[in-house]
């Protein structure tokens, strides 16, 4: 059974970094596409970047482009992301989420079968 575990999440201050990471496990396929999305309480899960595991290609939302930064490990299971200059408004559950490297937008939630459990990310002053 594929699962993907999310992990370094935590408190920080605006204009702070993190970096979370998942890892993903008992996945059937050689490569894919494995994506973060974000949810804030009380609004709709939505994308923040993703990226294919062969090729490594990656994909931003545009609110976050230029300050996430998705990459891969050397061991092609694990995902980062990279966050810098936080802001309150990235304050939210982040999950990573996997499918295989083929079909849709790799930003749209509903392609995605395969989720994490998600980590908390808080930035406050």
């Known amino acids: 059974q594929v699962h993907l575990e999310e992990s370094g999440g935590g408190s920080v201050q605006p204009g702070g970094s993190l970096r979370l990471s998942c890892v993903t496990t008992?996945?059937?396929?050689?490569?894919?596409?494995t994506a973060w999305f974000r949810q804030a309480a009380g609004k709709e899960r939505e994308a923040i970047a993703a990226?294919?595991?062969?090729?490594?290609?990656?994909f931003y939302a545009a609110s976050v482009k230029g300050r996430f930064t998705i990459s891969q490990g050397n061991a092609k299971n694990t995902v980062y992301l990279q966050m810098s200059s936080l802001k309150p408004e990235d304050s939210a559950t982040y999950y990573c989420?996997?499918?295989?490297?083929?079909?849709?937008?790799?930003?749209?939630?509903?392609?995605?079968?395969?989720w994490g459990q998600g980590t908390q990310v808080t930035v406050s002053s």
């Open positions: 989420a996997a499918r295989p490297p083929w079909g849709g937008s790799p930003l749209d939630v509903r392609e995605y079968n395969h």
């Open positions: 008992q996945y059937n396929y050689r490569s894919n596409c």
């Open positions: 990226i294919y595991t062969s090729g490594g290609s990656t």
